[in-house]
Nanobody, 124 residues
Framework: QVRLVQSGGGSVDSGGSLRLSCVAS?????????LAWFRQALGKEREGVAA???????IYSESVKGRFTISQDKDKNTLYLQMNNLTPEDTAMYYC?????????????????WGQGTQVTVLS
């Protein structure tokens, strides 16, 4: 059974930083999984924030490029999202996701495995 368990998040002042973690069990990153972070603000659709492909290539949405960094530790089977220079517009529920053989890494419908979500609130 695949499980993605998230930690991190919380409240931070504008300009601050947070790091999210996502520990996977029931699958192994070294088997070629594509990994991603999504977020969903209140009343809005889920959007892709960052993703990492099987060759380690990272892609980002324009709204977070230069501020967020996605990374993985294959030994720990853990995915991270380092978020810097946060703004109130980054306030949302954040989700990690995993799957393989995907064509569109920032498209939520592509993913079958999801974390439970963690709230990030940025105070102005």
């Amino acid at each position: 059974q695949v499980r993605l368990v998230q930690s991190g998040g919380g409240s931070v002042d504008s300009g601050g930083s947070l790091r999210l973690s996502c520990v996977a069990s029931g699958l192994t990153f070294r088997d070629g999984y594509q990994l991603a972070w999504f977020r969903q603000a209140l009343g809005k659709e889920r959007e892709g924030v960052a993703a990492i492909d099987t060759d380690g290539t990272a892609i980002y949405s324009e709204s977070v490029k230069g501020r967020f960094t996605i990374s993985q530790d294959k030994d720990k089977n853990t995915l991270y999202l380092q978020m810097n220079n946060l703004t109130p517009e980054d306030t949302a529920m954040y989700y990690c996701a995993a799957d393989f053989g995907l064509a569109r890494l920032l498209w939520p419908d592509e993913y079958n495995y999801w974390g439970q979500g963690t709230q990030v609130t940025v105070l102005s």
